[in-house]
């Protein structure tokens, strides 16, 4: 069984950029796709985006240019980058594994992290 | 860009009620569609996939239906386990988005 585990600074200042790292065990990294997903105190899920095994990647529009997204294989590790934080981006931010059947669905989840983002 | 809207965005009931959520796509997303359960301070979990698929190991009292616009979700005989929140996601194309969540209480 695939378990995912979030880590990263709780806290980011605005402005600066917000780095979280996802660690898979149980399962090569480099078989299927690895998605960053969003939740708010008290709303609902926004998606941020995926990594393929490929290498290549998807991002939410809505993120614009302040997403980067990456992978180590070596460490089975794949990371999300969001740059020029505001107290908008403050959220829990869960990582998920994807496998395909009719589109990419989320059916393994880390437990989250919680970010805010103050001064 | 397309939307997803839930109904009820709150419903009460009682154990061992039969219940059902509707999902509606503002544009034909066919049966790219999934459902998630989330508990307090807990990440989802995928109940549904393909609009009618169960994901192994979950109950057989759930079950999805629907294509195009319009998708369900029922619980046939609700447990005390199954209080908790119900999003719909959409997959078809980007961005990927989910229904706002319907919160599931217990009566």
């Known amino acids: 069984q695939v378990e995912l585990q979030e880590s990263g600074p709780g806290l980011v200042k605005p402005s600066e950029t917000l780095s979280l790292t996802c660690t898979v065990s149980?399962?090569?990294?480099?078989?299927?796709?690895w998605s960053w997903i969003r939740q708010p105190a008290g709303k609902g899920l926004e998606w941020i985006g995926r990594?393929?095994?490929?290498?290549?990647?998807d991002c939410n529009p809505s993120f614009k240019s302040r997403v980067t997204m990456s992978v180590d294989t070596s460490k089975n590790q794949f990371s999300l980058k969001l740059s020029s934080v505001t107290a908008a981006d403050t959220a829990m931010y869960y990582c998920?594994?994807?496998?395909?059947?009719?589109?990419?669905?989320?059916?393994?989840w880390g437990q989250g992290t919680l970010v805010t983002v103050s001064s | 860009d397309i939307r997803l809207t839930q109904s009820p965005s709150f419903l009460s009931a009682s154990v061992a009620d039969r219940v059902t959520i509707t999902c509606r796509a503002s544009?034909?997303?066919?049966?790219?569609l999934a459902w998630y359960q989330q508990k307090p301070g807990k990440a989802p979990k995928l109940l549904i996939y393909?609009?009618?698929t169960l994901q192994s190991g979950v109950p057989s009292r759930f079950s999805g239906s629907g294509s195009g616009t319009e998708f369900t979700l029922t619980i046939s005989s609700l447990q005390p386990e199954d209080f908790a929140t119900y999003y719909c996601?959409?997959?078809?194309?980007?961005?990927?988005?989910f229904g706002q969540g319907t919160r599931l209480e217990i009566k």
């Open positions: 998920a594994r994807e496998t395909y059947s009719s589109g990419w669905n989320a059916d393994n």
């Open positions: 149980g399962g090569p990294i480099s078989s299927y796709c």
């Open positions: 990594f393929y095994a490929s290498g290549s990647s």
């Open positions: 544009q034909d997303i066919g049966s790219f």
């Open positions: 393909a609009a009618s």
């Open positions: 996601q959409r997959l078809d194309t980007y961005p990927i988005t």
